[in-house]
């Protein structure tokens, strides 16, 4: 079992599970303490217990001898990633009622079929969908991109584009902007150099990838540890925002499965293309055409069973479809279309990829030329088919234990706190921004009365609502019905 990939399910735990697990992690431990110890080649041994000090305290965060705290700045990691979670040290949080589902309503019992996926998957949808306090925050990093932009280029035109322009962002996903303008050459470092200057990233976080077929300046900013792609003169990703935003006003279900096939790749480091796996554009095609060739009318209908469209669509890109031999096209209402032809169509030195996928704005292009890793995506695939098949098995719902889509996905700890600590972050905002403005219309309210004091020598008394000024007619039929 990859535990990239996969965790062990309830009915798979169990005292001998937790005896064998046990030996096993102890003999690994002991591997790696003999291949970790940086001490084995020291030819000497020192007078005091300085050194060994010294050693502990810089693994562990000091960067003296004079025990001055200075811990690292965290690097930018997969919070959602459950790689790990099979060790004996978490291996409750996957039992039942374990933890880690924090999409299940208190209350609400999901019955271990179809029918029970399918709720999961709305209520999952409902959970993971940004809230407004996450969107606020969100447009504050882009007011303070534009900023720079406007500051550096003022006639240089800034778009958002992306999973934050459709809607289809999780909440730890990047925001991607483009910006238009004219130059000689792309100024990708005059804008990490502005960008360093006003510290809205720490310069370890700014990239400048200026070798990339699309060359982009990728940071992360400071105050929010949101991760920013910015490109230069690209419309077509513009365009192709549009594009899935006609489409999801097409196919009502899309937007539940690309949410939950998003998240189900991003915790298992799979959601880039430059870690082994596929870009989101590619994924979303890829729902866009599964629907589109989908055999069942009813598919396109919102009324349809998500969990068996879930299911049907690990099946289709986890075992039937062919990699190798197969494109895939979303022009013309979709096609299944062999890679020679594509190849007829691009631009001479290229061919097909493995996962092939024509650019519906642009037929030369295609989209999966870089998922190098689309095998580990398509393993990934089927290895859900499986486990879901086998959880929604008619003959298997007595052994079922727990959550069905919860087999699958997991959200961390660390995914809800980092959501809690951005709402309460930005609640406050929007509090202390409607403090100051109700304190603000009380100064002018007291300064409007001293004047009219002043020049009639009259004290203005405040005036006290009736109730007869606050129910309206209506209101006082209804009111009077009652108490009769």
Known sequence: MDPKIAWFTPEQLGP???????????????????LNNSDHNRDFLPFNDNYRHYNHNRNNGYHNSNNHYAPQKRKRENRASTY??????????????????????????????????????????????????????????????RQVMEDLWPDAKMEIFGSFRTGLYLPTSDIDLVVFGKWKTLPLWSLRDEIRKREIAYPEDIKVLDKASVPIVKLTDKETDVQVDISFNMMSGVKSAGLITEYMEEFPNLKYLVLVLKHFLLQRDLNEVFTGGISSYSLILMCINFLQLHPRIDARSPEANLGVLLIEFFELFGRNFNYWKTAIRIKGGGAYLPKEEIAKNMESGYRPSLLCIEDPLMPKNDIGRSSYGAMQVRHAFEYAFTILQYAVAPQNQCLMKGSVLSRIIRVTNEVVEYRDIICQKYRCKNTDSTDSDESSNEEKNDNTIATIEKTTNTVVRPTVPTYASIVTPNDKKSHQVHLE
């Open 84 to 145: 790990g979670l099979n060790h004996s040290a978490d291996k409750h949080l996957l039992r039942e009622h374990g933890g880690l589902t924090p999409w299940l309503v208190k209350g609400k019992t999901y019955r271990p079929d179809l029918s029970g996926l399918h709720d999961e998957i709305k209520d999952f949808f409902g959970y993971m969908s940004p809230r407004e306090e996450e969107r606020q925050m969100r447009n504050e990093v882009v007011s303070r991109i």
């Open 16 to 34: 001998a599970h937790e005896f064998w697990a046990r030996n096993w992690e102890a003999q690994l431990g002991v591997d790696k303490m003999y």
